[in-house]
């Protein structure tokens, strides 16, 4: 586990899944008959970006969530990233098959069933 991982598990609670080209921090969260795990941060160096490397992030997210109950599998986005990251984002959660269903002036949510 990196020291970043260690931070953001000890601080805020989120979990971490790292390889040598990215990371993703997520939370897993329930309220009533929702278990949804969240996507809170993800990045991809940028000889590694593409949408096939994102797919395989999430489908590796999708299955921790499913391997600890979650009906829902949401993603967010930051509306302080530059617009290009947050239309590229956006792009790809679509692509993904997650819809939007929540957003505010600090971030956009899109999730789906799982």
Known sequence: MSLYAEFVKE?????????????TTYQIVSAGNVKQLKVIEMFIRENARGRAKWSTIMEQVTEIAKNNGCNVLAAQISTSTPLYIQQRTSHLCQKF??????????????????
């Open 11 to 23: 601080t805020v609670g989120w979990d971490t899944l790292e390889d040598e080209d990215s990371f």
């Open 97 to 114: 098959g997650m819809e939007k269903t929540y957003e505010d002036i600090f971030q956009i949510v899109f999730s789906k069933r799982i």
